[in-house]
C-alpha cells in the first residue's frame, strides 16, 4: 500500500490482510510465551513470522507484537527491546545497527480523517529508518515516516513527518489542528 493510496475495507486484499493478521497474532503469541533461553524456539518462530530468518546480529526481546511480519524488513545488528510493536502491513525498513527502546510503536496503517470514509478505507504508508538511528522508549513512528542517518528519536515521542539525518527530534504534546 503506497502512502497515495487507499485499500477498501470488505475487499480482497483487505481478506487477505486480515487473514495475515490473524495468522501473525497466533506466531506472536506463541513467541512471547516461550522460555528467553529457547533460542531455538525463538528462531523458528521468527523465521515464520518474518518469512525469512533474522539477519546477522539482530536481538529482538519479546514480547514482540506484528500485525503482518512479512513486511518488516531488519537489516543487520539490528536491537528490538521488549513490547515493541511493528504494523508492517505498508512496509517498515530498519537500517543496519538501528536501536529501538522498549515499547516503541511503528504504525504504517490508519484510517481517513474524514468520517465519511473512516469505516470504508485504509490509507498510509511506508516507514524508512535508515542506518544508527536510536529510537527512544515509548517513541511512536507514524505512516509514511522517513528517519535519517544517525537521527535519535526521544524517549515518547510521536514522529508524523521525516526526520532529518543526525538529528534529535523530541515531542508528544497533542494540538487541535482544524474542526470538522
Request: proline residues 6%; charged residues 25%.
Amino acid at each position: 500500500m503506497a502512502s497515495d493510496r487507499l485499500m477498501r475495507i470488505h475487499s480482497a486484499e483487505f481478506r487477505a490482510m486480515a487473514e495475515r493478521v490473524l495468522r501473525a497474532t497466533e506466531l506472536t503469541s506463541r513467541l512471547n510465551v516461550l522460555p528467553f533461553e529457547d533460542d531455538a524456539g525463538k528462531a523458528d518462530l521468527f523465521e515464520r513470522i518474518l518469512g525469512s530468518p533474522l539477519p546477522a546480529g539482530v536481538t529482538i526481546y519479546p514480547p514482540f507484537f506484528t500485525d503482518h511480519g512479512l513486511r518488516l524488513d531488519l537489516a543487520e545488528r539490528v536491537f528490538i527491546n521488549q513490547n515493541c510493536t511493528f504494523l508492517d502491513y505498508a512496509g517498515i525498513r530498519l537500517g543496519e545497527r538501528v536501536m529501538i527502546g522498549p515499547k516503541a510503536t511503528f504504525i504504517t496503517v490508519g484510517h481517513p480523517v474524514d468520517p465519511r470514509e473512516r469505516r470504508g478505507w485504509l490509507s498510509g504508508g511506508p516507514i524508512d529508518v535508515a542506518e544508527n538511528v536510536w529510537i527512544g522508549a515509548g517513541a511512536t513512528i507514524l505512516p509514511g515516516v522517513s528517519i535519517g542517518r544517525d537521527a535519535v528519536v526521544a524517549a515518547g515521542a510521536v514522529v508524523a513527518d521525516d526526520v532529518p539525518e543526525a538529528s534529535l527530534v523530541t515531542g508528544d504534546k497533542a494540538r487541535v489542528h482544524r474542526r470538522w
